[in-house]
């Protein structure tokens, strides 16, 4: 079962950063924080994760609470290209463990121009 | 970027009949690859883990029987979805895990639109 909680949708102006907030209140200290984005009609996409230090790549930052019990993923400037449901799931990320994702409702973002 | 293909990319059957869904990690090995199905604007549902060279691990309330999964190499997972009926229309998703990164992750394909009429 999903561990995480997303609001349903969000919009956001273009150029503008857009915050996508994740409650994760349940998690375990060994459980990552990943996430995710669904263009319509095509496979998830990975953007970014970590575990208790914030992250960032080329394509968003990730923002993690001190008690790790919620996150913030941030896309910088938001492009129209960005529009897409963005999901925040929490994982076992160990060795011998089936490092299973079992997704949520996510977020569906929509870029306004 | 690690790269995931499915194929086909969409299928449409008959009633009755079987379909073999093939997902390929192109450039790194994996010896994990997931199965997903997700219907119309719904999430993706985990269907079952695919370990290479042993026996899949199924969802509860997938059926193996239906819905055969074989993993022979470090690179391809099949899911065969037997007897299709309508209600097995659907988007079928791979996933496959890389865990040769330093930080390891899971990329997906591009996902397989089943209709069967």
């Known amino acids: 079962d999903a561990k995480t909680t997303q609001p349903p949708s969000m919009d956001c102006a273009e150029g503008r950063a857009a915050n996508l907030p994740c409650n994760h209140s349940?998690?375990?200290?060994?459980?990552?924080v990943y996430w995710y984005r669904q263009i319509h009609s095509q496979g998830p996409q990975y953007i970014i994760h970590?575990?208790?230090n914030n992250e960032t790549n080329e394509m968003a930052s990730l923002i993690i609470t001190e008690d790790r019990k919620s996150s913030t993923l941030i896309l910088p400037h938001a492009t129209l290209r960005d529009t897409a449901v963005y999901y925040c799931i929490v994982r076992v990320a160990e060795w011998n463990t089936g490092n299973q994702f079992y997704f949520g409702t996510g977020t569906s973002l929509t870029v306004i121009p | 970027g690690a790269v995931v293909s499915q194929h086909p990319s969409r299928v449409i059957c008959k009633s009755g009949t079987s379909v073999k869904i093939e997902c390929r990690s192109l450039d790194f090995q994996a010896t994990t690859m997931f199965w997903y199905r997700q219907f119309p604007k719904q999430s993706l549902m985990l269907m079952a883990t695919?370990?290479?060279?042993?026996?899949?691990?199924?969802e509860q309330g997938v059926e193996k029987d239906k819905f055969l999964i074989n993993h022979a190499s470090l690179t391809l997972s099949t899911l065969t979805v037997t007897s299709a009926h309508p209600e097995d229309s659907s988007f079928y998703i791979c996933?496959?895990?890389?865990?040769?990164?330093?930080?390891?992750?899971?990329?997906f394909g591009p996902g397989t639109r089943l209709l069967v009429l």
């Open positions: 970590g575990l208790k």
């Open positions: 695919s370990n290479e060279g042993s026996k899949a691990t199924y």
């Open positions: 996933s496959a895990r890389d865990s040769g990164l330093p930080r390891e992750t899971q990329y």
């Open positions: 349940t998690i375990s200290g060994n459980e990552y």
